[in-house]
């Protein structure tokens, strides 16, 4: 069953806590992107990462992590230091930098 | 002024109707897409076209690169059909509108 998975479905964070967003693909995609969706406004991209061992930020990467050690992998720490945490967040790959982007199914986050 | 902006931002119709989306942007671009996202969150890539025209099912996508616009068309609509419909223009980024929710009504 090829595609993306996001996991969990919904989290639940306390402030002052690191939380970990999970996002694996068998699709054998290069590249790799997380979003964050709020009410309201389109999706931001917070970081990118077109090969193993790279990344880069996007618009809104402050109080954000990530890594990329695995092709198949790139988890999302949402860190104390993102004030604001609670959205949806969506994680996509692509072929490469301009192609088509397929979305996995995201994640919600809320702070108690 | 957002770089992408569509219309309306929600939309209401009946069974069987015709629907538009428009989405206009103000930067220079390679390709267009248009994404589906339904109530539970996940987004659907339905068209990615940089000219033309594309149709697939009752979905019909165009594009004028000279007047910076797309338009999404869905023909005999169907309650099935309701979810944000998304514009993303891919220039040096992806960026996103911000979205024309859809109802359909039986």
């Known amino acids: 069953d090829g595609g993306i998975t996001q996991s969990p479905k919904y989290l639940f964070r306390k402030e002052g806590q690191n939380v970990t967003l999970s996002c694996e693909q068998n699709l054998n995609h290069d590249a790799m992107y997380w979003y964050r969706q709020d009410p309201g406004q389109g999706l931001r991209l917070i970081y990118y990462?077109?090969?193993?061992?790279?990344?880069q930020k996007g618009d809104i990467a402050e109080g954000y992590s990530v890594s990329r050690e695995k092709k198949e992998s790139f988890p999302l720490t949402v860190t104390s230091a993102q004030k604001n945490p609670t959205a949806f967040y969506l994680c996509?790959?692509?072929?490469?930098?301009?192609?088509?982007?397929?979305f996995g199914p995201g994640t919600r986050l809320l702070v108690l | 002024k957002n770089e992408v902006e569509q219309s309306p931002q929600n939309l209401t119709a009946q069974e069987g109707e015709f629907i538009t989306i428009n989405c206009s942007y103000s930067?220079?671009?390679?390709?267009l897409h248009w994404l589906q996202q339904h109530p539970g969150g996940g987004i659907v890539s339905l068209f990615m076209l940089s000219s033309g025209k594309k149709k697939h099912g009752r979905l019909i996508a165009t594009i004028n690169i000279q007047e910076k616009h797309s338009s999404l068309h869905i023909t005999a609509s169907h309650p099935r059909d309701s979810a944000v419909y998304i514009c993303a223009v891919i220039g040096d980024k992806l960026i996103f509108g911000t979205g024309t929710r859809l109802q359909v009504f039986p």
């Open positions: 990462s077109q090969i193993v061992n790279d990344f």
């Open positions: 996509a790959t692509s072929r490469g930098g301009r192609e088509t982007q397929y």
């Open positions: 930067v220079g671009i390679s390709a």
